[in-house]
């Protein structure tokens, strides 16, 4: 069974500094991975995504992630926070079941706070 | 515009009143699905469908019912709301039965059961 942990429910930082949110998997299979955000008051939005090509992943507003099998891990940074990247991030596996359809499980989320 | 419409956004409402959140997208997905969101919980799964009239339980599905009579709509069904149902409540979907993870969620319908 696939699972996902993300190291941190909180993570702090000031304005024009590095962020780092970091997320653990278990999957059985090549899972694809992806990182999703939530402002406050809305919905999910895609961030980014992996599913086995470069394992270094860009995404919107200059966030990236890399893909560590040795590691099992898919941390999202990001060069220099900016305070509207103050919200809510997800970490999800996507993992392929016997039937042919897939499965998605989503960490219990990171929320970000910027300060400025 | 590519959108997933959720109604209500905000319901407040009473213990045992049946009550239907709707869900409608407009970009001829196959597969939508309805989760909940609480506070050091993260998102669980209640139902899912991967097309008409193929439905399926998800993580969470007790006290709930789905339908999926036409491709766009997916009302989650709450038969007799209770107080441990309050909560935030996400409509999703996804292009293709094969769910490739690229989900777009609708703005959230927040529940609460008095």
């Known amino acids: 069974a696939q699972s996902v942990t993300q190291l941190d429910s909180h993570v702090s930082v000031s304005e024009g500094t590095p962020v780092l949110l970091r997320c653990n998997y278990s999957s059985s299979y090549s899972p694809s991975l992806f990182w999703y955000v939530q402002h406050p008051n809305k919905g999910l939005q895609l961030l980014l995504k992996?599913?086995?090509?470069?394992?270094l992943v860009k995404g919107i507003n200059g966030f990236e992630a890399e893909f560590k099998k040795s590691e099992t891990s898919f941390h999202l940074t990001k060069p220099s926070a900016h305070m509207s990247d103050a919200a809510e991030y997800f970490c999800v596996v996507s993992d392929l079941m016997a039937s042919g359809y897939s499965t998605l499980t989503f960490g219990k989320g990171t929320m970000l706070l910027v300060s400025p | 515009e590519a959108q997933v419409t959720q109604n209500p956004r905000y319901l407040i409402t009473v213990t045992g009143k049946k009550l239907t959140v709707t869900c409608s997208q407009n970009?001829?997905?196959?597969?939508m699905s309805w989760y909940r969101q609480d506070p050091g919980l993260g998102l669980r799964q209640i139902y899912y469908?991967?097309?008409?009239?193929?439905?399926d339980k998800g993580d969470v599905p007790e006290g709930y019912k789905v339908s999926r009579k036409e491709k766009r709509n997916f009302p989650l069904i709450l038969e007799s709301p209770s107080p441990n149902q309050t909560s935030l409540y996400f409509c999703a979907s996804s292009l293709g039965g094969r769910l490739t993870g690229e989900l777009f969620f609708g703005e959230g319908s927040r529940l609460t059961v008095l």
């Open positions: 992996y599913t086995s090509a470069a394992t």
């Open positions: 970009m001829n997905h196959e597969y």
């Open positions: 469908s991967m097309n008409v009239e193929v439905t």
